[in-house]
């Protein structure tokens, strides 16, 4: 038997580690976390059309019943176009002939109504109207100065200008 090897088995110095390291878990989730506060405030883009602010001072202004049509709802749920009383049934056909005889890309809508107005007759309105053809719809805070609706003068709370002697 002398050509006959025994094996000899190395004993590890150290036994082996069977424990995570920590170090790597620890970067990644810190690293997840700012990600997650940071995404969100990244998310907050609101996409706004804001007006042109070029004023042209040589031009006359339009006859705003050329241009607009805007549709006033009173507090009782009544419907004006412009200056005319419309009944609610109404409202859509006359609506949809107004803008008929516009180009598309004039096909503008802008709402007032009272402030007593319920809030389900106001989103009729507006579905009323993109059924109609408008393509823009908006929103008026404020009735102009020289605002005259069925025949009256309208109280903006501004004074009116004093005719000359």
Same mark, same amino acid.
């Given at each position: 038997m002398a050509g006959h090897k025994q094996r000899q088995w190395v004993k590890p110095q150290t036994p082996p580690n069977s424990e995570i390291n920590?170090?790597? #878990?620890? =970067?990644?989730? #810190?690293? +997840?976390i700012i990600f997650m506060v940071v995404t969100p405030l990244l998310e907050k883009d609101i996409l706004v059309r804001v007006p042109d602010t070029?004023?042209?001072? *040589?031009? !006359?202004? !339009? /006859?705003?019943n050329d241009q607009q049509l805007v549709v006033l709802l009173d507090k009782d749920g009544g419907y004006s176009i412009n200056t005319e %009383? $419309?009944?609610?049934? /109404?409202?859509?056909?006359? +609506?949809?002939?107004?803008?008929?005889? %516009? %180009? !598309? =890309?004039? %096909?503008?809508?802008?709402?007032?109504?009272? =402030?007593?107005? *319920?809030? &389900?007759?106001? $989103?009729?309105?507006? =579905? &009323?109207?993109?059924a109609a053809g408008a393509k823009v719809l908006g929103m008026a805070t404020e009735l102009p100065s020289n605002a005259i609706i069925q025949g009256t003068q309208v109280d903006t709370g501004t004074p009116a200008p004093t005719p000359a002697p």
């Open positions: 920590v170090t790597p #878990l620890v =970067d990644v989730v #810190l690293v +997840l070029e004023v042209e001072e *040589n031009q !006359p202004p !339009p /006859d705003p %009383k $419309i009944s609610a049934a /109404d409202y859509v056909t006359r +609506l949809t002939r107004m803008l008929a005889a %516009k %180009k !598309p =890309d004039e %096909k503008v809508v802008f709402f007032m109504a009272d =402030d007593a107005t *319920n809030y &389900g007759r106001l $989103i009729a309105a507006l =579905d &009323g109207a993109k």
